[in-house]
Nanobody, 115 residues
Framework: QVQLVESGGGLVQAGGSLRLSCAAS????????MRWHRQAPGKQRELVAA???????GYADSVKGRFTISRDNAKNTVYLQMNSLKPEDTAVYYC?????????WGQGTQVTVSS
């Protein structure tokens, strides 16, 4: 049974930082590309950051320079360090594991940035 469990969300003031974690089980973690998506109220879900199994990373323009994705294969965990947070970063953040045509999603963690 595949499980992705996000943690680290919460309420933070604008300009603050949060670090999201996503612990994976039931998959060969090191063989998966990992992504963070987010969905704000009334908006479409969007890809925020991605890291391949080879540790290549990519970011949405809206978070480039502020967010950093990383992974620890020994802990089966992917992280999203979020700095200089803005109210528009408020959303539910989802961790996703992707390999070929298979993808697995976590339940999401709420991030709220107050102005």
């Amino acid at each position: 049974q595949v499980q992705l469990v996000e943690s680290g969300g919460g309420l933070v003031q604008a300009g603050g930082s949060l670090r999201l974690s996503c612990a994976a089980s039931g998959i060969n973690f090191r063989m998966y590309d990992m992504r963070w998506h987010r969905q704000a109220p009334g908006k479409q879900r969007e890809l925020v950051a991605a890291i391949t199994l080879a540790d290549s990373t990519g970011y949405a323009d809206s978070v480039k320079g502020r967010f950093t994705i990383s992974r620890d294969n020994a802990k089966n965990t992917v992280y999203l360090q979020m700095n200089s947070l803005k109210p528009e970063d408020t959303a539910v953040y989802y961790c996703v594991a992707v390999r070929w045509s298979n993808d697995y999603w976590g339940q999401g963690t709420q991030v709220t940035v107050s102005s």
